[in-house]
């Protein structure tokens, strides 16, 4: 990618996107191309045709997705399934169409079989059965990853795909109906210590482990990876150390300061038991992650509810 080169990162308001624009504008990169959903439905066929017949861009991020927690992935099934499907067709299908120089693809861990061996390798993707509560979206991502490997093989394009682990960081989902584990606990306990309440509670048993990584690390992974890398592998992006949900919970309960307890509903479903990336690979290609997991949630507490 040149300076001047004319990037499209699509879904630039989204956590991922915001991260990208931020890492490419520090680079140096000012030709971006930048709609919202507002002004790009990206599952309209017609409207991203005609999108890249106007704007032709050279190089894209593909960050815009239907996107969320267990509870959206399950409750809104078919939304997760077409929206997805709809979207990295059309933009993956115009940037073969109108002769994009690179396309990166963000796919997700969570599109791994639930009981993978640990640490995930690249290779155990389509090994074994989804985690049925975000199976739609995971089927939608497969199928992404499955575009750009075999666009690569018939037309000779340059499309490459990651898997990034769990992500944190600005511009995340705060909304406790739709956002992720990490989002949900800072918002829970941040509400918890100025209401006084004697205790937090949270879903699960606890003892799932996740990974976690700032998307200030993604973004230079998926720069990096832009530069650095060519192939059909969807690389693995994270840290290559995992927490369990209680442990987290204990941090960030530390970080805000509540003096509360801790209180787990049993009932509620756990999700997959462990999901660490074996991140061999991207180390191997020449890119570690920066940002350890206390420092990273300090400053997004601070960021989004002490300024
Ligand atoms: N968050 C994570 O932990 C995580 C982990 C692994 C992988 N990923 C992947 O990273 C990508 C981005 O995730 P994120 O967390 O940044 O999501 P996000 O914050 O929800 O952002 C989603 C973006 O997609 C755009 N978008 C959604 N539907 C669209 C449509 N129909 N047309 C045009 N744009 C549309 C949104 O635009 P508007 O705001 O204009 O609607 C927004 O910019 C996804 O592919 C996701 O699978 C995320």
Redesign the pocket.
């Known amino acids: 990618m040149e300076k001047r080169s004319k990037i499209y990162v699509?879904?630039?308001?989204?956590?991922?996107?915001?991260?990208l624009v931020r890492k490419l504008q520090k680079e140096g990169y000012s030709n971006l191309v930048l709609?919202?959903?507002?002004?790009?439905?990206?599952?309209?066929q017609s409207a991203v045709e005609s999108f890249f017949r106007n704007e032709n861009p050279e190089y894209v991020f593909?960050?815009?997705?239907?996107?969320?927690g267990i509870e959206a992935n399950n409750k809104y099934r078919a939304n997760f399934l077409y929206?997805?499907l709809?979207?990295q067709n059309n933009v993956i299908h115009q940037s073969y169409v109108h002769g994009v120089k690179k396309l990166l693809?963000?796919?997700?861990?969570?599109i791994y079989p639930k009981l993978a061996p640990q640490p995930i390798k690249e290779e155990y993707l389509l090994t074994g059965k989804l985690e049925p509560t975000n199976e739609p979206?995971a089927i939608a991502?497969i199928a992404g990853v499955k575009m750009c490997e075999n666009y690569n093989l018939q037309y000779g394009s340059n499309f490459i795909s990651v898997?990034?682990?769990?992500?944190?960081g600005p511009?995340?989902?705060y909304d406790l109906k739709t956002s992720?584990v990490l989002p949900a606990m800072l918002r829970r306990f941040h509400e918890a210590k100025f209401s006084q309440k004697e205790f937090v509670e949270l879903w699960g048993s606890g003892t799932p482990r996740r990974e976690f990584l700032h998307?200030d690390d993604?973004a230079e992974a998926c720069y990096h990876l832009m530069h650095k890398y060519e192939g059909n592998v969807s690389v693995n992006i994270g840290t290559g150390k995992d927490i369990s949900i209680e442990e987290l919970a204990i941090l960030i309960k530390e970080i805000v300061g509540y003096k509360g307890e801790i209180s787990w509903d049993t009932t509620k479903p756990d999700g997959t038991p462990r999901k660490l990336l074996d991140v061999s690979l991207i180390h191997s290609l020449g890119w570690k992650h920066s940002i350890k997991l206390k420092e990273g949630i300090k400053k997004v507490y601070k960021e989004r509810f002490l300024n």
């Open positions: 699509a879904g630039h308001t989204g956590m991922v996107g915001s991260a709609k919202t959903s507002c002004e790009l439905d990206l599952t309209n593909l960050a815009a997705a239907r996107v969320g929206e997805n709809m979207i693809f963000l796919a997700s861990s969570c979206y991502k898997m990034p682990t769990n992500l944190y511009n995340d989902h992720h998307v993604l």
